[in-house]
């Protein structure tokens, strides 16, 4: 054997890797852990996708009922949309924030339009986060519901 450390790693990893798997941690929930409306946005959206990812997984297993596959497409048309508005929302929100930013140095005109604008920005993020907290919720439900079924 040319590489006994490397055997030896490699034999530790394996031994342990069905402990770590009967502990059943579970993953922090991304968008409980936000503290502000862009790591809340940002986590909406990227939990989405998650979502959209394992949905698919679901979906395509010929052993899902197809009352349950239909429950996450409706689930996912009605989530959709919300994020998607949310996206183009956060993106106007993030140009708004970086203006400001670049202003901050400008004069007391152009620093006023810029706060007014992120201001602006900031309260039609906060109406869209709320908008599409609920449905990405109840696709996490059902999807949560099919997965618990499945195993």
């Known amino acids: 054997m040319r590489h006994p450390i490397r055997a030896l790693a490699l034999a530790c990893v394996l031994t342990l890797t069905p402990a770590?798997?009967?502990?059943?941690?579970?993953?922090?929930?991304?968008?409980?852990?936000?503290?502000?409306?862009?790591?809340?946005?940002?986590?909406?959206?990227?939990?989405?996708?998650?979502?959209?990812?394992?949905?698919?997984?679901?979906?395509?297993?010929?052993s899902v009922p197809i009352e349950a596959k239909r429950a996450i497409g409706r689930a996912e048309a009605a989530a959709t949309p919300s994020v998607q508005t949310l996206e183009i929302v956060f993106?106007?929100?993030?140009?708004?924030?970086?203006?400001?930013?670049?202003?901050?140095?400008?004069?007391?005109?152009?620093l006023t339009r810029a706060f007014n604008a992120l201001n602006a920005a900031s309260q039609a993020l906060s109406?869209?986060?709320?908008?599409?907290?609920?449905p990405v919720a109840e696709l996490q439900t059902i999807i949560n519901a099919q997965r618990g079924g499945v195993r």
């Open 127 to 134: 109406q869209a986060i709320d908008r599409a907290q609920a």
């Open 91 to 110: 993106s106007a929100y993030l140009r708004a924030r970086a203006a400001y930013a670049a202003a901050s140095g400008g004069d007391d005109t152009t």
């Open 20 to 62: 770590c798997a009967a502990l059943h941690l579970s993953a922090p929930d991304p968008i409980a852990a936000a503290r502000t409306d862009d790591q809340r946005a940002y986590a909406i959206i990227e939990s989405y996708g998650a979502l959209v990812e394992t949905a698919t997984v679901i979906v395509r297993d010929p």
